[in-house]
């Protein structure tokens, strides 16, 4: 029977006729097909640009399915894959080529990244992981590591959750992005990701204070980013310092302070600015610029931020510049 309004379909089954689903070749309008246990294809599915996945057994165990879903869809453009990795019979690096019209890939995991590495999809201008159950075991393989490397990020974006995990996106210089979530935060700061970056924004710190201790040294900070130029955080208030960032040629540093209605104000002054800035960055102190939107200081008090900084931006109007371009 041919349909003309069939958007999506689900289809939830370990062996399925395909002859009961052709609808005569024709549904115009599908466009999202979604499969567990079984994957097929068929030339109803040819206008389909999105397929989900889901596994129920192991990745391996569905290879014959991922080889469809890689091969014969020829207008795909999203896929996500949904499941869990078994150790003992995770594909190969590179089992399956990810096909030129595919513009994202996402990937829900309860370990870590290995099935993306079953994967080349070093093309993809868009890949996800999101990393659903809680440890501090290791999400980022060294074989995804490799591959991250090899085209390095220019702008990243860490943010630190309520869960106490951290999300983190990278963007390269050819406008690729890459996004996983759910990491420990340890983790996250000290993945070798870093090198390249000039830009970076880095927000949620208040939700792992505990998780960097202030003393020295320091339990955790972020490795070495020679070529960071542009730095934005963002925080409620100035109580505690921020995590170590080792950024020599550091020439902006933008301070965005959006206070949390649940919480008592905080008196935002050049006192406790310094105080949050001098730990938190290893930077080429005055010559650096200080950017503080959003908030009005008055000039008496401004002036005591000089023999820090190169300059100051400071004002109710002023907009950030950083955050915008890695978030």
Not at 69 to 80: D, G, H, N
Not at 152 to 178: E, W
Request: glycine letters at 4%.
């Amino acid at each position: 029977m041919p349909t003309e309004v069939l958007t999506r379909l689900i289809i939830d089954a370990n062996s399925f006729p395909t002859d009961l689903i052709t609808f005569d070749h024709y549904a115009p309008r599908l466009t999202v097909v979604e499969f567990t246990h079984k994957a097929f294809f068929c030339p109803a599915f040819a206008n389909v640009s999105t397929v989900g996945y889901t596994f129920t057994s192991s990745y391996a165990a569905a290879r014959e399915d991922l080889g469809i879903i890689f091969t014969q869809f020829p207008q795909l453009r999203k896929l996500v894959f949904r499941g869990k990795t078994r150790r003992t019979s995770i594909l190969t690096p590179s089992s399956f080529q990810a096909p030129p019209t595919l513009e994202r890939l996402d990937l829900f995991d309860a370990r870590d990244t290995q099935f993306l590495d079953s994967v080349d999809h070093a093309a993809v201008p868009w890949v996800e992981g999101h990393f659903f159950t809680g440890s501090k075991r290791r999400r980022l393989t060294p074989a995804t590591l490799e591959v991250l490397s090899a085209e390095p990020a220019i702008r990243v974006h860490v943010h630190f959750d309520r869960k106490r995990l951290a999300n983190l996106k990278l963007t390269t210089g050819a406008g690729r992005t890459r996004i996983y979530s759910g990491m420990d935060s340890e983790e996250c700061v000290k993945l070798p990701l870093f090198s390249h970056v000039t830009s970076m924004a880095i927000t949620g710190l208040e939700n792992v204070w505990d998780e960097f201790p202030t003393i020295t040294p320091y339990r955790a900070r972020f490795s070495e980013m020679p070529e960071l130029e542009e730095l934005s955080i963002v925080v409620h208030d100035l109580r505690w310092p921020g995590i170590e960032v080792k950024c020599p040629r550091l020439a902006v540093f933008e301070l965005v302070i959006r206070p949390d209605p649940d919480l008592p104000g905080t008196t935002i002054d050049a006192y406790s600015i310094l105080r949050f800035y001098i730990p938190t960055m290893a930077a080429d102190g005055p010559d650096v610029a200080l950017r503080l939107p959003g908030l009005d200081m008055p000039e008496n008090e401004a002036a005591d931020l000089v023999p820090c900084f190169s300059d100051y931006f400071i004002g109710s109007s002023l907009v950030p510049s950083v955050l915008p371009n890695c978030i």
